[in-house]
């Protein structure tokens, strides 16, 4: 099975080591378990940032990076060789396999770092690490500060400067090389099938929860163990809810369903959204609105390529729904004003996209200086217009009520402008109808 280099991850770390302080020192914690219920813990998944740079999936480690004129030097603190441990929960790296396996440069058991980071971080006039989420590793930051500045006499300078690692990973994070952009091929083509599966199985009287299991069924056969993040299945009024998660109702004959779901594989994710008709036919009200949603998220993708600002497609998507709402009787007004005044945001209150990678919401600044980020090749985003037409709405005809659509696919940025990694799932209504033997 295809994964990252060894040579990758090192080179990765090269990257890291040439944006620090010459004087600095990285130091950055691996992801933790956690107990889901009496004694189980929930299925390890690494830290993001810890993981781009080790490949090392195992938790309780620290990895730390020392910058150098010549060359940098990594060292990985892990947990050690333990036949017993690892007879009730699997077998360890250790400190040798580390170097062997992950390439670092020096590695030691994890219970040895209160001993030998004080003597690290001697001379050294910068300390990064992440601040978010690391109140524990403050602490330890602390503590072997007191301990260096004991064991240099107090020689050296009181506070060393603190800086925060995560902005510096995450502008590495944010171009794909050309391995990760396999690996993220191969989990939206795992996660194109799903979504076919999904629509050649679903109709009425089916629960939200038996097209989840369809989905991640499929993920799981092709060596997609895990979604990259909750599945949504939402039938009728429940897909006007964003971050709908419960799954729980039925599906009935007139309802349309969105389903918004992607795989994680060897960590990378994909993340798409169809929205189709339970009976497999949409009918008047909902193919009118299906096609505006449908026009704009084109019209958004058309505005990926290199050079072309962050914003573009979230503005060529709000001018088409704001037309369409408009063409409706949804909205009533002048375009430009209502644009202006984003009255569109009453059915369409989110962004039409985010970055897409290690995580589903990818690491990665919008903007730059105040300014909307240029893409550049190697990007990878997603674009996800829609239209939620609650259905309280009583102010409203009643044929739109409940009509919740969105349409999501994962774009990459290429030299000459984009590829849709998720285009071989059916999203023209006719092609949706076929795939459900409708038509």
Same mark, same amino acid.
């Given at each position: ?56 999936? !195992? &938790? ?5 990076? /020392?910058?150098? +004129?010549?060359? %940098?030097?990594?060292? =990985? ?8 441990r ?40 910068k ?42 990973i995450d ?9 990760e ?21 679903? !109709? &009425? ?5 038996? /097209?989840?299991? +369809?989905?991640? %069924?499929?993920?799981a =056969?092709?060596?997609?163990r ?26 009935t004959e ?51 390529r290199?050079g ?11 001018r ?33 996209g985010?970055? /897409? ?34 259905h ?8 739109w ?37 409708r038509?």
């Amino acid at each position: 099975m295809f994964k990252i280099s060894k040579i990758e991850f090192r080179r990765r770390r090269q990257l890291l080591s040439k944006a620090l302080s010459p004087n600095g020192i990285a130091i950055l914690p691996s992801g933790r378990e956690f107990e889901r219920n009496g004694g189980t813990n929930f299925p390890f998944r690494q830290n993001s940032d810890f993981y781009y740079l080790s490949g090392f999936d !195992e &938790p309780d480690a620290v990895l730390v990076i /020392l910058p150098g +004129e010549k060359r %940098h030097k990594s060292i =990985l603190f892990c947990r050690k060789r333990d036949p017993n441990r690892e007879l009730w929960d699997g077998i360890r790296s250790g400190p040798e396999g580390a170097i062997a396996d992950f390439g670092v440069g020096d590695a030691f058991p994890i219970d040895l770092i209160n001993e030998i980071l004080p003597k690290l971080l001697v001379g050294r006039s910068k300390i990064y690490y992440p601040f978010q989420g690391s109140f524990e590793l403050t602490k330890n930051i602390i503590d072997w500060i007191k301990i260096s500045r004991q064991m240099t006499l107090n020689k050296l300078p009181a506070q060393p400067d603190l800086g925060d690692i995560k902005s510096i990973i995450d502008e590495l994070r944010l171009v794909k090389s050309e391995a990760e952009v396999s690996l993220m091929r191969t989990a939206a083509r795992i996660t194109a099938a799903a979504h076919i599966r999904a629509m050649k199985v679903c !109709e &009425p009287g089916k629960f939200e929860y038996q /097209l989840q299991a +369809e989905i991640e %069924h499929e993920f799981a =056969l092709n060596g997609a163990r895990y979604p990259a993040y909750p599945s949504i299945v939402g039938g009728g009024k429940n897909g006007c809810i964003l971050h709908y998660i419960e799954n729980s109702d039925i599906l009935t004959e007139e309802d349309l369903v969105l389903i918004d779901a992607g795989c994680e594989f060897e960590h990378y994710a994909a993340d798409v959204t169809r929205t189709f008709p339970v009976s497999g036919v949409f009918n008047t009200a909902q193919r009118s609105v299906y096609e505006i949603v449908l026009n704009a998220q084109k019209a958004a993708i058309k505005q990926i390529r290199p050079g072309n600002s962050w914003n573009r497609p979230h503005t060529a998507a709000v001018r088409v729904i704001t037309r369409g709402l408009l063409d409706l009787g949804l909205l009533r007004g002048d375009l430009n004003r209502l644009i202006k005044a984003k009255a569109y945001m009453e059915f369409y209150m989110h962004r039409t996209g985010h970055w /897409l990678g290690l995580d589903v919401h990818d690491s990665g600044d919008y903007k730059v200086n105040g300014r909307w980020r240029k893409f550049e090749p190697g990007m990878i985003l997603t674009v996800e217009p829609g239209i939620y037409i609650a259905h309280h709405k009583s102010n409203i005809a009643a044929r739109w009520r409940g009509i919740g659509i969105r349409i999501e696919d994962d774009v990459l940025v290429t030299d000459r402008g984009h590829e849709v990694l998720t285009e071989s799932v059916p999203k023209e209504l006719d092609e949706i109808e076929k795939i459900m033997g409708r038509s």
